[in-house]
Nanobody, 118 residues
Framework: QVQLVESGGGLVQAGGSLRLSCAAS????????MGWFRQAPGKEREFVATIRGSDSTYYSDSVKGRFTISRDNAKNTLYLQMDSLKAEDTAAYYC????????????WGQGTQVTVSS
């Protein structure tokens, strides 16, 4: 059974940093496309960042230059380094794995809350 478990969320002041982790179990995702998404209260889930292989990355315009997605294949873990956080980054953050041809994902974590105070 595949599980994705996020951690690292919390409360931080604007301008601060957090590092999210997503530990995968039940299957390895070495080299596969994985991603981070977020959902703020009252809004739809939105794309944040994706990684394929070790260095092919893509970011939403809203986080580009502030967030960095990376992975440790030996640990089967995905990361999201978030710097220069803004109040509008407040959301529940989800990792996703098991990419399918349509662009979606088969597996999702339970989410970790990030709250940025202004």
């Amino acid at each position: 059974q595949v599980q994705l478990v996020e951690s690292g969320g919390g409360l931080v002041q604007a301008g601060g940093s957090l590092r999210l982790s997503c530990a995968a179990s039940g299957r390895t995702f070495t080299g596969d496309r994985m991603g981070w998404f977020r959902q703020a209260p009252g809004k739809e889930r939105e794309f944040v960042a994706t990684i394929r292989g070790s260095d092919s990355t893509y970011y939403s315009d809203s986080v580009k230059g502030r967030f960095t997605i990376s992975r440790d294949n030996a640990k089967n873990t995905l990361y999201l380094q978030m710097d220069s956080l803004k109040a509008e980054d407040t959301a529940a953050y989800y990792c996703a794995a098991g990419a399918v041809a349509s662009g979606g994902y088969l597996y999702w974590g339970q989410g970790t809350q990030v709250t940025v105070s202004s």
